[in-house]
Nanobody, 121 residues
Framework: QVQLVESGGGLVQPGGSLRLSCAAS????????MGWYRQAPGKQRELVAH???????IYADSVKGRFTISRDYAKNTLYLQMNSLKPEDTAVYYC???????????????WGQGTQVTVSS
């Protein structure tokens, strides 16, 4: 069984910073890609940032220059450093991983439970 556990959300003032973490645990053979998505009230879930193993990160235009995604391959942990936060960044942030649990299994998508980020004065 695989678990993705996010942490680091909270309430921050506009212009502030937060760092989200996502730890993947369980029976994991390999992780092909990991990413952060977010969903604001009344809106669809959208990609924030994504990184393929050994590749370059991809960012949504709305967060370029403000957010940085990184990954600790040894710890199977994903991070999202969020700077210069804006009220429109308010959302539940979800971690996603495409991973295989055995050498012969096709990668499947797994999701964390989400962590709330609220940007407000």
């Amino acid at each position: 069984q695989v678990q993705l556990v996010e942490s680091g959300g909270g309430l921050v003032q506009p212009g502030g910073s937060l760092r989200l973490s996502c730890a993947a645990s369980g029976t994991i053979f390999s992780i092909d890609a990991m990413g952060w998505y977010r969903q604001a009230p009344g809106k669809q879930r959208e990609l924030v940032a994504h990184i393929i193993s050994g590749g370059n990160p991809i960012y949504a235009d709305s967060v370029k220059g403000r957010f940085t995604i990184s990954r600790d391959y040894a710890k199977n942990t994903l991070y999202l450093q969020m700077n210069s936060l804006k009220p429109e960044d308010t959302a539940v942030y979800y971690c996603n991983a495409a991973l295989s649990t055995t050498p012969f299994a096709r990668p499947m998508n797994y999701w964390g439970q989400g962590t709330q980020v609220t940007v407000s004065s």
